[in-house]
């Protein structure tokens, strides 16, 4: 059963292989525990083509969304969209955040699911379950020997 959806930064990191990304998510992959929004593919696609050997890298990642399967945008999530961005609009709300954050968000409301991320702007969403990791916890590399 899904529990997690992975945001962009968590996924990537998992994908080059960092410790902290590995110890953190391996074990949902495996479990069949993890999912990610179709938004956050097309975040990870757009780094990944900074890579000269991209096409190898886009394989691995589609090797990786076997298993964890990316939510597509559907009616469902667009109607939470809408009344997120209405919630979050001030004076009635903290304050707006980035239309592919609100997706995400909403994705991860409709589905009942933990949104792992290191972005703390999620915290600001209504209803919604975040685990937070700090800032520059997946940037470590494995060590070289």
Known sequence: MRRYLLDSAVLSAYLRGRPAALALAQSWVHAAEA???LVCVGEIAEYLKS???YPRHWQA???LLVRVHP???TYAIA???ADLRRALRPPHGPGLIGDIDTLIAATAL???LTLVTTDSDFSRVPGLSVQLLPPGTLRVTAPTS
């Open 35 to 37: 999912t990610t929004s």
């Open 51 to 53: 890579f000269s050997d």
């Open 61 to 63: 990642f589609r090797t």
């Open 71 to 73: 939510h597509p945008l």
């Open 79 to 81: 109607q939470r969209y």
């Open 110 to 112: 409709e589905y009942g």
